[in-house]
């Protein structure tokens, strides 16, 4: 079952006179339990699909449905229950509190969106923490953190509140090689546990190399095109 469905959807930008057709009309859909990635040079349109399907942004035309929701039909408190409910974020420079333990930059998304106990919050900090190999890290400050730990904790924070799609905007940029693998491998892990969606935007070949399909945008158009060595059975 498609998780995003995009008929048709564009976006321009406007200030003042200036027009920027970010993205031309184009359809594509993602599958749920994807692990897929949007490619293409910089300024060609990645992290404004994205948050469109993240709701921070909406398309100038067209209809895109995520999670089976009309993500154009949200008004902004809707939205923001949206991401709440259904998306993890995750960045190319981490975007943990500087001020919040390990634990507690995990344990944020679950204070805002959910009712919870202390109980149930703290579980499932502790199981998120050990799924990605950062127990021994919780009472840790980000400035104490390597990049890895840092990007381990940001993966850890975005699955917390059991979002079903992750959308990650060049995760490994800041990583160097064997930690962006390490990293890659960590979200792989996770889709096949928790059977979440992640959608990539990334220059990385190594992401590239894990994707199971490519969304190549250049000068606003999109084509997909599958990954032979990694496509799940049954998906085109
Ligand atoms: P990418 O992530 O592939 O580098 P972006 O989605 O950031 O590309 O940008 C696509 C195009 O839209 C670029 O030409 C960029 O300058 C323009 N753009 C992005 N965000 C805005 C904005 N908020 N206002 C105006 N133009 C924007
Ligand atoms: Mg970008």
Redesign the pocket.
């Known amino acids: 079952m498609p998780i995003v469905e995009a008929r048709q959807i564009s976006?321009t930008?406007?200030?003042g006179d200036i027009h920027?057709e970010?993205?031309h009309p184009i359809d594509f859909s993602i599958d749920t339990g994807a692990f897929v990635a949007?490619v293409?040079?910089?300024?060609?349109?990645?992290?404004?699909?994205?948050?469109m399907i993240g709701g921070l942004?909406k398309p100038s035309a067209g209809q895109l449905k995520v999670d089976g929701i009309d993500i154009a039909a949200l008004d902004r408190k809707q939205a923001a229950q949206f991401r709440g409910d259904t998306i993890g974020f995750i960045f190319q420079d981490f975007n943990l509190i500087p001020v919040l333990t390990v634990a507690e930059n995990i344990e944020y998304p679950l204070l805002m969106v959910q009712n919870w106990s202390v109980q149930t919050r703290k579980e499932r900090v502790n199981t998120l923490m050990e799924a990605v190999g950062i127990s021994e890290q919780a009472h840790k400050f980000p400035h104490q953190l390597s990049g890895g730990q840092k990007q381990r904790v940001a993966v850890a924070r975005a699955l917390a509140s059991k979002a079903k799609l992750i959308l990650a905007?060049?995760p490994t940029a800041n990583l160097d090689h064997q930690t962006a693998l390490r990293i890659i491998d960590l979200m792989k892990q996770m889709r096949d546990e928790f059977d979440t969606t992640f959608i990539f935007?990334t220059h990385d070949p190594k992401i590239m190399d894990a994707a199971e399909c490519l969304y190549t945008?250049e000068d606003g158009c999109l084509t997909a095109q599958p990954n032979p060595a990694t496509a799940k059975e049954g998906q085109s």
């Not at 293409?40 to 948050?51: E, R």
Request: charged residues 25%.
């Open positions: 976006k930008y406007r200030s920027v970010a993205i949007f293409g040079p910089s300024g060609s349109g990645k992290s404004t699909l994205l948050n942004d905007d060049e935007s945008l």
